[in-house]
């Protein structure tokens, strides 16, 4: 009787790899290798794979992406980008925000190739959405490496506990405890995120 034997292909990666330290050229070559894999590469050269999301973090993301595409529309200031795109950033670590959002005066200086290429850059904006798997101190310290890579405003949301973290340059972070809204004032001038759909 035959049997199915699943063939190496987009979605898979060689367990060896799994855990396994390597350079950012490296990864690179990895994720030109196996592009629908959804993984990372922390600054001290770690590679993370990121399992799939649950029903629940996979709505919240969808309604959380709609908003923000929908002001960037109108808005026309900048681009936003969902949670399949990964950035490079200077420190050496590749990430893939939940959503993000870049300066349209910055876009419309890459290149085409560049903007096909994955990004070496960092966003202006960029959200992560806890799932109920991911550690807040892991994400929280991802949110200080966004700032200090040029990022200007990022929230980790929590639904657990209803709490949205804020961070801006050379601010303290502000916790917002059960926010029914939550405004990108003065970056994203006119956004306002309803929190009632992510909760």
């Given at each position: 009787?035959?049997?199915?034997?699943?063939?190496?292909?987009?979605?898979?990666?060689?367990?060896?790899?799994?855990?396994?330290?390597?350079?950012?050229?490296?990864?690179?070559?990895?994720?030109?290798?196996?592009?629908?894999?959804?993984?990372e590469l922390t600054s001290t050269g770690e590679l993370i794979v990121m399992p799939p999301t649950g029903l629940l973090t996979g709505m919240r993301n969808a309604h959380l992406t709609s908003q923000l595409a929908e002001w960037t529309q109108k808005d026309a200031t900048g681009v936003c980008f969902g949670s399949s795109t990964i950035f490079a950033l200077p420190n050496g670590a590749w990430r893939m925000p939940d959503v993000s959002w870049y300066k349209r005066e910055k876009w419309d200086r890459l290149t085409n190739e560049e903007k096909e290429d994955f990004a070496r850059v960092c966003?202006?904006?960029?959200?992560?959405?806890?799932?109920?798997?991911?550690?807040?101190?892991?994400?929280l310290s991802k949110m200080s490496e966004y700032i200090a890579n040029g990022a200007s405003?990022?929230?980790?949301?929590?639904?657990s506990t209803k709490r949205v973290y804020v961070y801006r340059p050379n601010e303290e972070v502000v916790v917002l405890e059960n926010p029914e809204s939550v405004s990108g004032e003065p970056l994203l001038p006119g956004f306002t995120?309803?929190?009632?759909?992510?909760w």
């Open positions: 009787m035959a049997h199915n034997v699943r063939q190496p292909d987009d979605d898979y990666i060689p367990p060896e790899l799994i855990g396994a330290q390597m350079t950012p050229e490296q990864f690179e070559q990895v994720c030109r290798k196996y592009r629908k894999l959804r993984i966003p202006d904006f960029v959200v992560e959405l806890r799932s109920p798997d991911e550690e807040v101190p892991v994400l405003l990022g929230w980790l949301i929590d639904p995120l309803e929190m009632a759909k992510l």
